[in-house]
């Protein structure tokens, strides 16, 4: 069983910069793709970033050039580097592990609130 725990999120200006955590129990980065969902009140659950076991990563449009997505594999980490933060990123964050190859395996993290607000 591999447990998430996220960090990081909180109020911020609208323009400014967070940095979310997502640590893994386990050294799992090296077979898991790690990624980066949000949901905002009343929307379903949306991909925001994430990066395979070999390092591609893909963005989801509205984040593209202002959210990276990274890992440190020394520290069973994932990080969400979002810049330039608007009204509409405010949604909780979850962290997501994804194991393609058998046996399947897909773990979440609990979350953490995303506030972007003057």
């Known amino acids: 069983q591999v447990q998430l725990v996220e960090s990081g999120g909180g109020l911020v200006q609208p323009g400014g910069s967070l940095r979310l955590s997502c640590a893994a129990s386990?050294?799992?980065?090296?077979?898991?793709?790690m990624g980066w969902y949000r949901q905002a009140p009343g929307k379903q659950r949306e991909l925001v970033a994430r990066?395979?076991?070999?390092?591609?990563?893909d963005y989801a449009d509205s984040v593209k050039g202002r959210f990276t997505i990274s890992r440190d594999n020394t520290k069973n980490t994932v990080y969400l580097q979002m810049n330039s933060l608007k009204p509409e990123d405010t949604a909780v964050y979850y962290c997501?592990?994804?194991?393609?190859?058998?046996?399947?395996?897909?773990?979440w993290g609990q979350g953490t609130q995303v506030t972007v607000s003057s």
């Open positions: 997501n592990a994804d194991k393609a190859i058998l046996p399947r395996r897909n773990y």
């Open positions: 386990g050294s799992i980065l090296s077979i898991y793709t």
């Open positions: 990066i395979t076991s070999g390092g591609s990563t």
